[in-house]
């Protein structure tokens, strides 16, 4: 099942809207203020979920009443993204897209980057996006289609320490069986060049970050 997850993050409600018709999800969850956007836009969620700590009281109010609702408190080691993907893969997502989790404070688009692990470990897709920004981890080979590429750069960093094993094909830079490691952002702001890129690893896990 295909699921949306809408953050408190920055939202272009233009950008969002398209997303949604597009992708039509299975189920939407709204994130705390993730709700707002959905409110504002009279859209509905089948969950929501947080520690409600930014939401409006006003939505919290009329939405909290008459939709199922899961909430946690303020103190906690989760960040509610991540608990919005724990639940989303307990429910049955298959694949998992990500609004509102990127632009405003910075310590929380890292850590959204970092709660897409909980699917990685599942084998189960899951991309941060915004009108600028596709981003996923990944831990095997992946292949992106020029005609499907999202933006014109695609930048592939270490997000492991060390990633061995590293093949870039079809790309303006090409690599061969090559270690990436975070000390080193060898492989920003490559291109497609071919009408199929593939990348290889053997060990470890990519960060791939599609850009305009």
Partial sequence: MRFVLVAG???????ALLVLKELRPDRVIAVDSGMDFLARNQLSADLMIGDFDS?????????????????FPGTKDE????????????????????????GGRFDHSVANVQAMT????RDIPCFLLDE????RLINKRTSIKKKDQYGKYVSILAFTSEVTGVSLKGFYYPVENA???VNYPLGVSNQIIDEKAVIELKSGVLLLIESS
């Fill in 55 to 71: 939401i409006s009281e006003e939505v919290l109010k009329e939405h909290g009443e008459k939709t199922e609702r899961m909430s």
């Fill in 79 to 102: 960040s509610d993204l991540g608990l919005a993907i724990m639940e989303a893969i307990k429910r049955g997502a298959t694949e998992i897209y990500i609004l509102g989790g990127l």
């Fill in 9 to 15: 993050g920055r939202i272009l409600d233009e950008f």
């Fill in 179 to 181: 270690i990436f490691t």
């Fill in 132 to 135: 600028k920004n596709r981003i």
């Fill in 118 to 121: 909980y699917a990685l470990r």
